[in-house]
């Protein structure tokens, strides 16, 4: 549980140093919208947005909603529902910004596997899936 809180921040903060010891070398991710991606290319978005303006690096505000832990040995296997809240954006291809834009709200199923090698917890592997609105 430590762990995966402090895997979180790393990624909310874009700590890359963080994240090249939290994720295993063949980390491998299917993010909500099916892209794959890859160690490298996580820890390289990290790395930009941390070169990035500082509204770059503000993002959504997320809030656990529920979560579940299985330890199997060594491997851990966590599942959580995130609540995402976002200002909606219409507006930016049909006029100028209101002063105070409407609030959405989704909600992502992620799917986290984490293995301990030599005593030490890495990510394995993540997906995220969109949760439909009913």
């Known amino acids: ?37 890859d160690r490298t290319h996580i820890i390289g978005h990290a790395r930009a947005r941390k070169a990035g303006p500082a509204a770059r690096t503000v993002g959504p505000k997320k809030t656990i909603q529920d979560q579940t832990f299985r330890i199997h040995g060594d491997a851990a296997i966590v599942v959580t529902l995130i609540s995402i809240t976002y200002p909606f954006m219409d507006y930016q291809t049909v006029g100028p ?17 984490y293995f301990r090698k030599s005593g030490r917890w890495q990510l394995v592997a993540q997906q995220t899936t969109g949760v439909a609105k009913r």
């Open 97 to 113: 910004p209101p002063s105070q834009g409407p609030q959405v709200t989704d909600q992502e199923r992620r799917l986290r596997v």
């Open 1 to 37: 549980r430590e762990f995966d809180k402090k895997l979180e921040a790393a990624i909310t903060s874009s700590d890359v140093a963080a994240l090249e010891q939290m994720l295993a070398p063949d980390y491998l991710e299917v993010d909500a919208q099916g892209g794959v991606n």
